[in-house]
Structure formats: structure tokens, C-alpha cells
């Protein structure tokens, strides 16, 4: 799933990112632990979350993690924005809860990583 | 060749907690090291410092990049590991309230860091602190 599809399903504004470069996603996760989100061995994720923290930026550079989505209208601090540049991570804000989100993308094909 | 980085990591720190693997990261990249084995080390790293800033007072990174792997040696002064079988298991966890507000805490770092690496060895003593040891092979 493209990230502009995601950004229209969840109707997500970007934080961080170049909306050019339209990278595809297989599949998501959603996980506020980052120690589980670190045991996965797929890259080409969306991680959905609701931690909102540098810890997160920090998580997705180790584990080639893409794009991360931020539920239910959980901000990124600016600290968070310099890193995510930095590691050319793509953040996205939902207005919608970790379950609505999910569930949404999941009926439109993105895939399970489990 | 054999590089060696060192870095410092204070407990309570999770800002910091990061930067040790981020730099590593880098160098394995420079290295043209398979992506793979990068993730592999730097997971390991990353969950190595962020239990010196959940569990322990201060700590410090070492890493030496050979010809062949990359060994790391993190030490860190602090309560120390009574029972590292325990410890091992995934699932243990004595983190606190909150650690597990920042998103750790969910008892898997040291089992993760043990499928990610070769030949890791622990050695604690309590009341003193940890010392962990892992190599990883570039291929
Ligand atoms: N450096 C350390 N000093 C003291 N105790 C430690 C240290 N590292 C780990 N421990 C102990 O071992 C337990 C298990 O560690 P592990 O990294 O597997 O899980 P965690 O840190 O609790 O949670 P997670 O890593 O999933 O965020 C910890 O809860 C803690 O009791
Ligand atoms: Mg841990």
C-alpha cells in the first residue's frame, strides 16, 4: 500500500517525509512496545503505534522501519521531527484510535506481520 | 583496520540511549556490510543501551570493528543481574512504571539481543554491575 493511500484511508497529515518519494508498504504492525517491535524481522513496514517519543524514532532506525503512523491524534515532539529527518523516517498523525486504524488499513490490503 | 568507538550512556537517559548504536549503524553502512547483519547488530545495541538507561546507574558502549565481525562490549555500574537465566527469559521484566511508559519493559531486550548476535556472554555482580559481550560476523 502506497503511503499516499494510507494517508487517505486514515486521513493522516504528514509530519515528516518527502510525499514524492511514495513508498510501497506490504505489510503493518501495531505496538506501543518497542522491544517487540525490535524482534521483527520484516522491514518494508508501517509501524502504528501510540508512543510518541524519541525512543520511537530511535526504534524504527534500528529495526528499517519506513514509515511510522501516529494514533488518535498523538503529536510529534520536535525533537522527534529533527531525528525522523535526519533517518529519513516518514511520521504520519491519524486523528483515529490504534484499532480504527488498523482495521481500516487491513481491509484495504495491508497485509499482517503476524 | 580495527576502529574502535567508544560511548558513554547515563541511567535514566533515554534521549541518549541510541546514539552508540546510531554511530555503529553508520560505520557497518560505510562498511558496505550486508543491510541484514547491520539491523541485527545495532537491534542488539540499541536494546544493550536501553537497558543500562532502564536498569542501571551509568554504563558505557565499546565497539571494535575487525576484519571479520564487530565485537561489543557494554559495562555498566549498577545493580547487577542476580539471576541471568531469569533474566534471559522473554517475558522477565522488574522494569518500572516508567520505563514501561516510554515503551520498554516488555522483558525482551536480552533474549533479542541473544538471537541477534554470536556468542554473547553475560557476567553481573550485584550491587556492582553488568558486563555483556556479543559479536556479530559480517556474513
Ligand atoms: N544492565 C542491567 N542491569 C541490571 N539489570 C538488568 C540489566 N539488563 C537487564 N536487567 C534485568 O533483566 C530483566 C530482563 O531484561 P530484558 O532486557 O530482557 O527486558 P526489559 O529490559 O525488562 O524489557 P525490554 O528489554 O523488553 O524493554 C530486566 O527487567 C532487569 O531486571
Ligand atoms: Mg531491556
Redesign the pocket.
Known sequence: MKISEIIKYTEASVVTGNPENDKDLEKGFSSD????VLTLDEENILLITGLSNLQLVRTAEMADIQAVLLARGKQASPEMIELANENNLIILETPFSIYKASGILYSNGLKEVY | MALELVFQIEGGDFSNAGKASSQIKKVLKQLNIDTRIIKRVVVAVY??E???A???HR?QVKALFGETEVEVV?T?Q????ENIE?????G????SKE?REM???????????AKNTDNLHIE?EVGK??I?TFRCNYS
Do not use: K, R, W
Not at chain 2, 92 to 95: E, K, N, V
Not at chain 2, 103 to 113: D, E, T
Open positions: 512496545l518497542m522491544s517487540d | 536494546e544493550a536501553v537497558n543500562v532502564a536498569h542501571a554504563g557494554v555498566d549498577g545493580p547487577g543481574i531469569q533474566a534471559m527469559q522473554p522477565y521484566s522488574t522494569a520505563v515503551g520498554f519493559g516488555a522483558g525482551m531486550g536480552l533474549s533479542n539481543i553481573s554491575g553488568t555483556l
